[in-house]
């Protein structure tokens, strides 16, 4: 059989210097209940180094009941295992059967190109990784490539050098209008119907919503950027992370009346209608990045 | 005991025995390749085929691994089953033709030419050797590792493992080893190198056959290297 694991000690006798028992050790006590949980620790060493290093998986089958093969034929049984260092961003480029007929095959080979790597790779300077999959569910948008966890549609080849020096800054700096997920949404008070917009006041480049808030003794106002899925905010006031807000109408200084609890955090939920018919809900606690849209 | 009908025939047989065993019990015979006794059944081969139900909603199902039921009606040697069975061989020659034991198998029914794409694989996944480690062996050494097309056999990271016996176990029951060790002369059946139990090949930093673990193999090449300097 010909190996696919290329080189499996050379390039990670580095970093698996610097996997440290203890850490494998601390993972596998909290398994220590969950007989079977083999892929739940391995799933956790990753999280925590990235990939498998070859000492931490010795350090499992020692202290587990799996044996050194069991715990290495799962490890390679899963794509989402990896035994090899990955880079700091991930590129994943589908190749199914839909994605594959809209022209991916080209994607993948330009991003090889960009990259200088062959798929299943990682580049020498441990930025980038690319990896090939057989369909990630959204076959209507392709062909589709995962960057770090965003996800872009309709990939042409022209785009791709542009989407991997978008990742080699780093998603949270890149210009919205770019992604597609983010995109701007007018909301008006559930009581009094009065827009919440302020145009004088622009985030992110779109006019901003504007509520009033309170908590503990201090009152003020505060601004959100109009753009879902993106959490800019601006205010006078200096709220803890943390802090259970209190969202008013500024036309008609009612409540914002909360219908239900955060999934997250168990915060009320503060409700906005949304121009063209839905409700938008995000969580009152500060730093809880929940939020809800229901389009009607 | 169970009862069940074997080629027309009414038979009962032990609880919790398979229709292979039931079968070759009673004299059928069944070809097989990745079932061996005193290893557990895994059915990878599929050779072992037998047809079961009633006309005309029946199945073929692997008998190494199919439970003997109550009142199975139970065909070894049907027209499907051959047809299935032959046409399971003439798949396997395709892919490791270079195996005594297939082109035995294979020419036992019949088969005399091959249709596929030909391929010289030096493993065809039976998980004889794996069983053989695990279960006689009790050393769990080598085992499956990825999935897929690049499924294969050998130690975890591909390097020497240090709960191997170096039993040659592996070795003895893979049916796709090209030639049991024959060191330099292919007349002898046996070179002796394995024999030693340490298989020069074995110290290596990296083998990716496991049927003989020796290719190229150590001792043979100092072999090849004394001969070219002659
Ligand atoms: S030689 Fe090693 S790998 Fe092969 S069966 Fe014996 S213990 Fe297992
Ligand atoms: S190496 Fe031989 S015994 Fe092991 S799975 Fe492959 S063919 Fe079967
Ligand atoms: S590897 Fe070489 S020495 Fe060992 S059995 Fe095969 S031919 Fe003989
Ligand atoms: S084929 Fe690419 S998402 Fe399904
Ligand atoms: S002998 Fe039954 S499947 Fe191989």
Do not use: W
């Not at chain 2, 008998?63 to 089953?81: D, G, I, Q």
């Amino acid at each position: 059989m010909k190996q696919e694991i290329a080189t499996p000690n050379n390039g990670n006798s580095l970093a698996a210097e610097c996997v440290d028992e203890a850490s494998v050790l601390k993972i596998l006590e909290k398994h220590d209940e969950d007989r079977g949980g083999l892929i739940a620790i391995l799933e956790e060493i990753q999280r925590e180094y990235g990939y498998l290093p070859e000492k931490a998986l010795r350090v499992v089958s020692d202290k587990t009941k799996h044996s050194l093969v069991d715990v290495y034929g799962v490890a390679t049984f899963y794509r989402s295992f990896s035994l090899k260092p990955r880079g700091k961003h991930l590129v994943c480029a589908c190749l199914g059967t839909a994605c594959h007929v809209r022209g991916a095959p080209s994607i993948v080979e330009e991003l090889e190109q960009q990259l200088a790597v062959k798929a299943g790779e990682t580049t020498a300077d441990m930025e980038f990784t690319l990896e090939t999959v057989n369909c990630l569910g959204a076959c209507a948008l392709g062909p589709v490539v995962v960057i770090d966890g965003h996800y872009s549609s309709k990939v042409r080849k022209y785009r791709v050098g542009q989407l991997v020096d978008e990742a080699r800054r780093g998603f949270d700096s890149t210009e919205i209008g770019n992604d597609q997920r983010i995109f701007p949404i007018d909301v008006s008070c559930p009581h009094c119907n009065h827009s919440l917009m302020d145009e004088a006041f622009v985030i992110d480049g779109h006019p901003s919503i504007k509520v009033s808030v309170s908590f503990d003794h201090e009152d003020g106002s505060l601004r959100l950027s109009c753009l879902y899925g993106h959490y800019r905010i601006s205010t006078e006031l200096d709220i803890p992370i943390g802090t259970v807000v209190n969202f008013r109408c500024p036309h008609c200084h009612v409540q914002l009346p909360s219908t239900s609890d955060c999934s997250v955090c168990g915060a009320p939920m503060v409700p906005m209608l949304v121009y063209g018919g839905g409700m938008l809900q995000i969580c009152s606690r500060r730093g809880c990045k929940n939020h809800m849209l229901d389009l009607a | 005991m169970i009862t069940l009908r074997i080629n027309g025939l009414d038979v009962s047989v032990e609880q919790g025995s398979t229709l292979l065993e039931a079968a070759r019990f009673l004299g059928f015979p069944i070809p097989t390749l990745c079932h061996m006794d005193g290893l557990s059944p895994y059915g990878a081969c599929r050779v072992c085929v037998v047809e079961i139900g009633e006309e005309p909603k029946t199945k073929l199902v692997s008998s190494c691994t199919y439970p003997a039921e109550e009142r199975l009606n139970v065909r070894t040697a049907s027209a499907r089953v051959l047809r299935a069975r032959r046409m399971i061989l003439e798949l396997l020659l395709a892919s490791c033709p270079q195996s005594k034991t297939i082109q035995d198998l294979a020419s036992a029914h019949g088969i005399r030419q091959q249709r596929f794409k030909q391929e010289y694989e030096d493993c065809i996944l039976c998980g004889l050797c794996v069983r053989m480690c695990e279960e006689q062996m009790m050393a769990k050494a080598i085992g499956f590792r990825n999935r897929g097309q690049n499924r294969s056999i050998g130690t975890p990271f591909d390097i020497k493992s240090d709960v191997c016996r170096l039993c040659g176990g592996c070795i003895y029951v893979c049916p796709a080893c090209q030639l049991r060790c024959t060191y330099t002369q292919p007349d002898k059946a046996i070179c002796g190198g394995c024999a030693n139990l340490a298989p020069p090949c074995l110290e290596k930093e990296q083998f990716d056959d496991m049927m003989c673990y020796m290719d190229p193999c150590v001792a043979c090449e100092v072999e090849k290297k004394a001969q070219k300097e002659r």
